[in-house]
């Protein structure tokens, strides 16, 4: 069972950046379209970022132009970088990896957004 390991969520104040991982337990990152997603208090999970095996990315429009998605094939581990915090992004922020048939979830990290 691959594992996804998320880290660097916390409090930042508005304005500010922050730089989520998610490190694979076995090396998919490079094979798998890869994303993270948010879920607010009282919201549904939605997509914020994508990265394609092929590279290709996508992202949610009330992220684009701040936030990045990346990725280190090397290290097997997905990135997103997060600029111009703004409160309404505060929410649990979880890492996905899949392909036709697996779809893997991190046990996610919190981003609070906060003066």
């Known amino acids: 069972q691959v594992q996804l390991v998320e880290s660097g969520g916390g409090l930042v104040q508005p304005g500010g950046s922050l730089r989520l991982s998610c490190t694979a337990s076995?090396?998919?990152?490079?094979?798998?379209?890869t994303g993270w997603f948010r879920q607010a208090p009282g919201k549904q999970r939605e997509l914020v970022a994508r990265?394609?095996?092929?590279?290709?990315?996508n992202y949610a429009d009330s992220v684009k132009g701040r936030f990045t998605i990346s990725r280190d094939n090397a290290k097997n581990t997905v990135y997103l970088q997060m600029n111009s915090l703004k409160p309404e992004d505060t929410a649990v922020y979880y890492c996905?990896?899949?392909?036709?048939?697996?779809?893997?979830w991190g046990q996610g990290t919190q981003v609070t957004v906060s003066s």
């Open positions: 076995e090396k998919i990152i490079s094979i798998y379209t």
């Open positions: 990265i394609t095996r092929s590279g290709r990315t």
């Open positions: 996905n990896a899949n392909d036709v048939i697996y779809d893997y």
